[in-house]
């Protein structure tokens, strides 16, 4: 352990140098989400930092760091997200230039949101690894100090303050689960939790479509690809030094899918009451896919960031409530005549149902010349309700169909 290159009192010294720039964010019970998983849950809230994910303690240690010849040269960094405004802002209070370079496909709300901070922005590449050529050849040109998402024992250092802070709240956690990209969080919080804890248990957790960490440490190389909720941790290339960190100190990194991490970004949103991006949720989904091994255990969540789409929210809402029941779609079909939908209207009112859309159809093929149908979006309490509504329109002599995601288009 001692040949490690990342030691605690890197990460003490790291957290003196930050304090006062980066939030000590609360580390408290979760009682409903213990309810949900049946472990008891502590969650780290790391999107109440200032730009809203734990990238910042990283950033800011690394740039509290530099030597007044470096500061005035400035800095580059390459991210789509969460570490270019954690180094914009950083930068922005220290007084130094910041370049950050993003990908072309990065969402204008990203780049307003860094650019706001003070930072010049380049948009080159397609992804975050052709940035990283695009950073070099601006380190080549310009002479700017590189501050790199990951790969940086100082950055290392700043994020593992974070275990710091977890281990003097909630003391006697048995195990963390941490969300795994480049490998920078899961190398500091590793290092510290095992120096002030050696019995805690340290979980990384990926999307099963970037098994970077967990192929390393099976001696195999992973395969990466396709498109995935968690964003922030679909990581290719791993840092060399996190790969021995984690060789030595991390248990095991548990792999998440979609569902799951689509799960925990809304139990986080309903349940919770706060918001997750798909890297800050994937703890959770892996408590969640994973119940009875952490039945019982006193568990540390990090929920690193909360910058998610609004839009991709509201989708996994609409979806969750469908799965629940809570939204469901029904066709209708009658005969055409005046007053059929006031009536429609009128029935699924007196079910106490609600109803979100509805559209009218006469020229669908399969319906008689003289029928119609109206395809229904539904606001219900649960599956029971749904079906009392259905159950009255088909008491009426209308023929109904449910139109839902689970269930499928099944004749009622």
Same mark, same amino acid.
């Given at each position: 352990?001692? %040949? ?5 009192s ?32 502590? !969650?780290?809230?790391?999107?109440l ?8 303690? #990283?950033?800011?240690?690394?740039? @509290? ?33 910041? %370049? =950050?370079?993003?990908?072309? %496909? ?14 010049? =922005?380049?948009l080159?590449?397609?992804?975050v $690894? ?15 100090v !590189? ?7 100082a950055v290392? @250092? ?13 003391? #006697? ?7 795994? &990209? ?21 979980? &990384?957790?990926?999307s =099963? ?5 967990d ?12 498109d ?9 290339r791993?840092?060399?030094i @996190? ?23 809304? @139990? ?12 800050g ?43 629940? $029941? ?15 939908? &006031? ?11 609600? =109803?979100?859309?509805?559209?009218? $159809? ?34 009426? &002599? ?15």
């Amino acid at each position: 352990m001692s %040949t490690l290159p990342l030691a605690l009192s890197d990460i003490e010294a790291a957290r003196e140098r930050i304090a006062g720039a980066v939030l000590h964010t609360p580390c408290v019970p979760a009682p409903r989400l213990s309810m949900l998983t049946g472990a008891e849950v502590f !969650v780290k809230y790391e999107n109440l930092q200032v730009t809203n994910a734990f990238k910042e303690r #990283g950033a800011a240690n690394r740039l @509290a760091l530099l030597d007044e010849s470096e500061r005035a040269r400035g800095v580059v960094a390459m991210s789509a997200g969460n570490h270019a405004q954690a180094v914009a802002r950083h930068a922005a209070r220290l007084g130094i230039a910041a %370049t =950050i370079v993003m990908p072309k %496909t990065t969402p204008f709300s990203k780049v307003a949101a860094t650019e706001n901070w003070g930072a010049e =922005i380049v948009l080159e590449g397609e992804n975050v $690894q052709d940035c990283e050529a695009v950073m070099h050849r601006l380190v080549d040109e310009r002479g700017l100090v !590189v501050v790199h998402p990951y790969d940086d024992l100082a950055v290392m @250092a700043g994020q593992g303050t974070l275990a710091l802070e977890m281990l003097a709240d909630a003391p #006697g956690l048995d195990a963390i689960l941490v969300p795994v &990209g480049g490998g920078g969080l899961i190398s500091g919080v590793a290092t510290a939790a095992n120096a002030l804890r050696p019995e805690i248990e340290i979980h &990384g957790v990926q999307s =099963i479509f970037y098994p970077a960490l967990d192929a390393a440490l099976r001696g195999e190389t992973a395969t990466c690809g396709g498109d995935t909720l968690a964003e922030g941790i679909a990581v290719r290339r791993l840092s060399p030094i @996190a790969v021995d960190i984690a060789r030595a100190l991390v248990d095991d990194v548990i792999l998440v899918d979609e569902d799951a991490i689509e799960a925990a970004i809304y @139990a986080f949103f309903a349940v919770q009451k706060t918001m997750a991006e798909g890297a800050g949720a994937a703890g959770l989904a892996a408590l969640m896919a994973n119940r009875d091994r952490f039945t019982g255990r006193r568990v540390g969540l990090i929920l690193c960031g909360g910058n998610i789409d609004p839009r991709m929210l509201s989708a996994i809402t609409v979806r969750a409530l469908e799965r629940q $029941q809570r939204i469901v779609s029904l066709r209708v079909t009658v005969r055409d005549r005046p007053g059929i939908l &006031g009536r429609i209207a009128t029935i699924v009112g007196e079910t106490g149902a609600n =109803i979100l859309d509805v559209s009218h $159809q006469r020229m669908l093929l399969n319906v008689p010349a003289t029928g119609a149908t109206v395809d229904l979006t539904v606001e219900t309490r649960d599956e029971h309700h749904a079906l009392r509504v259905r159950d009255a329109l088909m008491a009426q &002599g209308m023929r109904v169909m449910r139109l839902d995601p689970v269930l499928g288009s099944d004749p009622a």
